[in-house]
T-cell receptor, first 108, second 115 residues
């Protein structure tokens, strides 16, 4: 069992829909990272959060430390949001443990 | 040029070849990383360099040999690879060492195919 699990693995949506991607982790963490990987392979760091909620444009990330769960929300989704979204949690040896990613496709 | 760059973007090599991947960051960062991303698997950390010193080798086979001549450049030397080494190799950097609280900036990756 991976220490960082994401759901769903694949997600399709119509443009404008509200998207939620979930991440559960079994390692004890102090911060969690959300990353976005575009089809070409490049990865961009979206959020690093250790409590509560962070917002950047149409993206919102929340975390519940007690439940060891984080969610990434996309409001008013757009085809350019199509990508793989990856969550990563630091281990107690300061390494990042990555989830397998959620592949999102938004259709016009 | 800004950000983290990687060359080449695509590489096809035979099992007896020797090749090198190059990563360069123009961000003034002090930590650099090599990751491997195989199909349908999570990202795997391979090597960590902090202030030019290797601080992490995540049980990587010796056919992968990293080199960090300065804080801005990172190489991954490849020799006698196996077909299962075919993957996307990503370089990243962060301002300071430590993966817990530091944002990483990734390069576009090198897509490696070993025949």
């Amino acid at each position: 069992k991976n220490e960082v699990e994401q759901s769903p693995q694949n997600l399709t949506a119509q443009e404008g829909e509200f998207i939620t991607i979930n991440c559960s982790y079994s390692v004890g963490i102090s911060a969690l990272h959300w990353l976005q990987q575009h089809p070409g392979g490049g990865i961009v760091s979206l959020f690093m959060l250790s409590s509560g909620k962070k917002k950047h444009g149409r993206l919102i990330a929340t975390i519940n430390i007690q439940e060891k769960h984080s969610s990434l929300h996309i409001t008013a989704s757009h085809p350019r949001d199509s990508a793989v979204y990856i969550c990563a949690a630091p281990s107690n040896t300061d390494k990042l443990i990555f989830g397998t990613g959620t592949r999102l496709q938004v259709f016009p | 040029e800004t950000g983290v760059t990687q060359t080449p973007r695509h590489l096809v090599m035979g099992m007896t070849n020797k090749k090198s991947l190059k990563c360069e960051q123009h961000l003034g960062h002090n930590a650099m990383y090599w990751y491997k991303q195989s199909a349908k698997k999570p990202l795997e950390l391979m090597f960590v360099y902090n202030f030019k010193e290797q601080t992490e080798n995540n049980s990587v086979p010796s056919r992968f040999s990293p080199e960090c001549p300065n804080s801005s450049h990172l190489f991954l030397h490849l020799h006698t690879l196996q077909p299962e080494d075919s993957a996307l190799y990503l370089c990243a950097s962060s301002l300071l060492p430590g993966l817990t609280y530091n944002e990483q900036f990734f390069g576009p990756g090198t897509r490696l195919t070993v025949l």
